[in-house]
């Protein structure tokens, strides 16, 4: 009983720590400052509404003014994290938005619909926080931009900006994939709440980094440590207890989906339903490596991901650890009669599951920035990815993971609008469900 | 504080227009979890094909407001062949797995920026509910003291509550006959069933479309009272909240959907109702620091979350239902 309620406690403190580290970190944006250029009456608006001057301080004009930008489509996002509108820019630069309620508004701008070779430069915000406390169109925000001329890139140049992308993307599936494959080898268990592990690696590399300044790469360590730690508290608290009661899978999955709702609001909660960046790393140059470009923490992201599945791949190949997940994951009956701790080899694979999903949360916060419910979509693109490759499986998990991030990647080069591209992922996932449900690598008796 | 308030709100929620849309949702839920086995974890999309069916129909194509309602009917069975096809044969989780990223990938694809022309983008679409605005037979709302109501929400009320009659009666019908056995059977043991010679794979597809058609009713409902259908209503939580309150009252109990929503719907309600007075004003009773306004309507994802998990541990057969009869196991 007593190391279950340690387990308990460490469950929760894990829990409570970002929230209360974090509650205190997330002051208030500041609110948009009216505009300096407000001729023209604005359109009549009832109820609230967002207006935003949209100006590109690169390119100024006669009198020093910035010009304003054109037909730039921006999305407002409220402080729940829900899209609750978008305008596109009129000739002034000026797009009025109404929104369903006054409170804090963030508005994005979608960079795609820039015009035609141009692209944001490096220190420009991607949004600016909007505090609408007026009915009408009279909360105005500035919203200057800098932009660089984007050279007119070849379709072959593209391709090999995206493969890289998706490379990268799909290296991070990857990890997040086989921590999910693990988990369901050793368990049965498919885990709805694994894109929250994920974001727990995000969420204790950002509390580590910026709550605490311990800087990016010992935050990293440290989060990738403490999801080792939550993955075995998660399992001596909650589904070793459940597998003890005899609790069926289909119980437990729907526990899982519970979980994964609690804790992303846990998130929501602690770091609201803003992009949050890390302190260093954020924009870095890219460098000439003769084929590609690629920053600095790009090929970091690689080479960790590489390092970190091939490590995982040779230790489940020839460690006796690995041969008995191995043989856990095939009939838990027989490893127990033959005198396997089944119980301490489930908990391995959660640790080191939770661990891998904790290390993928670090590495997309890294590449992109932390927002409560990446590790909720990332989700989406791992079930395809191991749906794919073969639920279960290692090489599959590995394969899957790279063919799915590469072809989400690939996919706005050839036409899928990037907004969407995911949708590519959901066909690959029900188009392998009817010809080979077990996957490329998958086997049979596993799935029916 | 003021708990008359809050228990206004509460009750008025509680038998409103938003639990009804949970209610309806759940009862499909409880055909395909409850009787079935089947774990639809996408009902949230089966409740967007239902509402942007009707939405694009009349909107986008210009149709009639009657065709309009066809083609939501059609949406969700046609969504259900398409997801029900590839899964069905397979282990549990495999439904779940393609329902779930269904329902996110239709909400990605009806709030995107490129296909606004169709889906009216993150706006979503209004302006085709007036036909049934112009059914209302009522003139003004109704004021019980306690709880009120407006004129439109009498409407949508009275329409509501009766779908859930009607939809019960039919879950109702349906499982008492033949078929609803077979399906009951279904869930216990299929191996038993199919040795029986019965196609195990098409009742479970029917039971599939039944569940998603009554999900899309609740997508049309919701789209119908609202008058306007935005992609963010549909998101994966609602689905989440129909099974709480299916667990709530009990799955597998044609009555079990209607009671949890009810139950559930007031406690969620007066719980948001109640942090919102805690943070509200000046000098609000939470500091600040604890708890701001945006996060108080967080607390009701927190606690449905963890509601869903305990419900599942301790009590897995809810209030009304029998635990024998939701043994369910997939492997």
Known sequence: MVPRFIALLVLLATLLIPTAAMASTTSPAPTGSPSPTGEGAPPAVDGPAVTINLTDRSNLDAEGNPTPVAGVTLTVVDAAGTEVGEGVTGE?????????????????????????????????????????????????????????????????????????????????????????SLIFGATGLTNFAHGELVTLGGIFT???????????????????????????????????????????????????????????????????????????????????FGIVELAWKEVAIVVIAVVAIAVVCITLMKTRMGKAMRAVSDNPALSASSGMRVDSVIRTAWILGTALAGLAGVLFTLNQQLNFQMGFKLLLMVFAAVTLGGLGTIWGALFGGLVIGIMTELGPIFGVPSSIKEVGALAILILILLIRPQGILGRRERIG | MDIGNILSTALTQAFGPSALMLIIAAIGLNVQFGYAGLLNFGQAGFMAVGAYGLAVTVVTFGQNFWIGVLAALAAPVVLALVLGAPTLRLRADYLAIAT????????????????????????????????????????AGIDLGFVSYSRNDLWAITVGWTIVLLTCLLVWLLMRSPWGRVLKAIREDEDAVRSLGKNVYWYKMQALMLGGLIGGIAGLFHALRQASTVPSDFSTNITFYAYTALLIGGAARV??????GIIFWFLLSGLGATFSQLTSGPGPNLPTWIMDGTQSSLVRFIVTGIALMLLMIYRPQGIFGDRRELAIDGR
């Open chain 2, 100 to 139: 779930i990223a269904a329902a996110e990938i239709l909400r990605l694809v009806f709030g995107a920026v490129e296909t606004k022309e169709v889906f009216g983008g993150s706006n979503g679409l209004n302006g085709y509910a007036g036909t049934f605005q112009d059914l209302n037979p009522y003139d």
């Open chain 2, 255 to 260: 009555l079990g959907p209607v009671i949890g």
């Open chain 1, 92 to 180: 002034d630069g000026r797009a009025v938005i109404p929104v369903e309620e006054r409170g804090q508004h963030t508005v994005r701008i979608e960079e795609d619909t820039l015009p035609e070779g141009i692209s944001l430069d490096e220190d420009t915000p991607r949004e600016v926080t909007v505090n609408v406390i007026l009915d009408g169109p009279f909360n105005v925000a500035a919203f200057p931009i800098g932009v660089v001329e984007g050279e007119t890139d070849s379709f072959l140049a593209l391709f090999e900006v995206q493969l890289v992308s998706g490379i990268k993307s799909g290296l991070i599936i990857a990890l997040a994939a086989l921590g999910l």
């Open chain 1, 206 to 288: 950002y509390m580590f980094d910026v709550t605490l300044g311990l800087g990016v790469i010992v935050g990293g360590i440290l989060a990738v440590i403490l999801c080792g730690a939550f993955g075995w508290a998660q399992d001596k608290a909650l589904w070793q207890p459940l597998r003890n009661r005899g609790t069926g899978l289909i119980a437990m999955m729907i526990v899982s989906i519970g979980l994964g709702l609690a804790l992303r609001s846990i998130y929501q909660y602690a770091i609201g339903s803003r992009r949050v960046p890390l302190s260093q790393y954020t924009t870095q140059q890219r460098q000439d």
